[in-house]
């Protein structure tokens, strides 16, 4: 049976626990749904009811008595181990507090196949491998593992798959590449990737995509974002007010570019559609992604 094989580094802090939200732990199952999410926001082409399907045939779920995941996902050499862990301030321009995690540069594997299909289940279409290899790079991109994901932290590369080494730098039309793979119906304009299609879904999806200039220490860097979400807080960057909480919808990820010997680190910025934004909304949403990329 086919299956992928992929090394995997840490760029940035992967702030992340077990059952005792204390000592480090890669878990699979955070990866599974961070892979759902970023596939399910590049299908904002999608009508709900569309998207709940094809969601399930990707990824399982309980409607119209259940599927199971074509995929199998699981942990393979090398193994993050106890010598990478570290304690790391998560807001790192106000350092009042630490948590755990692993540190950067840190290398793990992960195994992608997919099992074996009933007769039933191939009455449908089965999502290809191919898929979840496109969905895995693009969580790669623009997101991350763990903890504080929305701004730098949890960020890796995939540096080989099937012992092929990915040494190439990534840019947007890396990106773009393989985004059409999984939606089409994105453009690239000179500085972005932007969406072009009219959106069916009132919930998240990609709407922008930029670059940024490069840095040469990932603290650094991680401590400029991190200034920069205090200097420009607004309800349309995210907020917690009680049991009423809304994630970032502009998401900053980083790149890792160069060699082992001098690495640079570039912020990838993803904007994402968020149903009640005013002109006001999206002018403060520049100015934040501005103070990031510059």
């Known amino acids: 049976m086919k299956s992928l094989v992929f090394e995997c580094k840490t760029i940035a802090p992967m702030l992340l626990s077990g059952a005792d939200n204390t000592t480090p732990e890669f878990r699979i199952a955070s990866l599974k749904g961070v892979l759902r999410f970023w596939w399910r926001v590049t299908q904002g082409h999608l009508d ?111 540096t080989k798959m099937n012992q092929q080494v990915f040494d190439k730098a990534v840019d947007l039309d890396t990106v773009f590449t393989t985004l059409t793979q999984l939606n089409p119906n994105y453009r690239r304009t000179k500085n972005a990737i932007v969406h072009d299609f009219d959106a069916k879904l009132n919930a998240p999806f990609i709407r922008s995509i930029h670059l940024g200039s490069m840095h040469k220490d990932i603290d650094a860097l991680l401590e400029k974002i991190g200034q920069a979400t205090h200097d420009h807080q607004h309800k349309a960057l995210g907020y917690a007010r009680g049991q009423d909480r809304l994630a970032s919808p502009v998401v900053v990820s980083i790149l890792q570019q160069g060699n082992a010997s001098s690495p640079a680190y570039c912020p990838i910025v993803t904007t994402l559609n968020w149903p009640e934004t005013t002109r006001a909304d999206l002018d403060h949403q520049q100015r934040f992604r501005e103070a990031i990329l510059q």
């Open 48 to 158: 709900v009811g569309t998207l709940r399907q094809e969601e399930q045939r990707m990824f399982g779920g309980t409607q119209d008595g259940g599927l199971q995941s074509p995929l199998l996902l699981k942990l393979a050499p090398p193994f993050l181990t106890r010598d990478s862990w570290i304690s790391y301030p998560p807001t790192p321009h106000k350092p009042r507090f630490e948590a755990q995690g692993f540190a950067t540069n840190q290398s793990f594997g992960l195994s992608l196949r997919l099992r074996q299909i009933s007769k039933k289940e191939s009455a449908s279409p089965v999502p290809t491998l191919e898929l979840f290899e496109n969905a895995l790079f693009l969580t790669s991109w623009l997101g991350g593992i763990g903890k504080r994901t929305r701004r730098g932290f949890g960020a890796f590369s995939v």
